[in-house]
């Protein structure tokens, strides 16, 4: 599997406007967020990043990890895959190891109202249709995804099936990234907008 089909992690790693952003808006250094819930609940990370499916031949085409949840979801590309008409498989794994899989049609996915499976399904797509590059589409969520889970982290733990918009959490960020003075991630930040609200 080359590089670009690993994917991310689920800690910010994007330019420096993105993780400032990120640091102002989830209060504080996100990795010592991260490494501070490990200890508060006594738990070492095990997360493991999947690949290609090597029992059906699907392809990975993004894989991330949640380190603090221990968990991880890799959305794939399937034998039949119709780029006319979108469907991908998502498998995401818990804390216990335990899989689940989706079939995601991408069109009928909507990102005011959407779960982190369909939007990694959704932004993956945009990746592959040549829409964005993986740091316009797959990335951005994955940043929405920390950040929002980092505001969370007091009401509980993140779920790969909790709704939200994430258009309403772009454009926080967006806000973030203009009252911080960084006009650069805001563009950036704008330019994933354009890719959500349909």
């Not at 998502?90 to 009928?108: A, C, F, L, Q, Y």
């Not at 369909?118 to 995804?145: H, I, P, Q, R, W």
Request: aromatic content about 10%.
């Amino acid at each position: 599997m080359s590089v670009s089909g690993i994917g991310t992690t689920d800690y910010p790693i994007a330019r420096d406007g993105t993780r400032k952003a990120e640091r102002n808006v989830a209060g504080g250094n996100f990795a010592k967020q991260v490494a501070e819930a490990a200890q508060t609940t006594g738990q070492t990370s095990t997360a493991i990043l999947h690949g290609s499916d090597e029992e059906t031949g699907d392809i990975a085409i993004c894989s991330s990890v949640d380190i603090e949840n221990n968990s991880s979801i890799t959305v794939y590309k399937t034998q039949d895959f119709d780029p006319d008409n979108p469907v991908y498989k998502v498998k995401t794994w818990d804390k216990d190891g335990n899989v689940t899989e989706r079939m995601i049609d991408v069109s009928k996915v909507d990102p005011k109202s959407c779960d982190t499976a369909e939007m990694y399904a959704y932004t993956s797509n945009l990746k592959e249709s040549g829409k964005g590059s993986f740091e316009d589409t797959v990335l951005k969520a994955a940043v929405a995804k920390a950040v929002k889970n980092a505001e969370q982290r007091s009401s509980g733990s993140w779920s790969f099936v909790t709704k939200m918009n994430w258009v309403d959490i772009v454009r926080d960020i967006m806000q973030s990234e203009y009252s911080y003075g960084d006009l650069k991630g805001y563009m950036e930040w704008q330019k994933f907008l354009g890719f959500l609200d349909k």
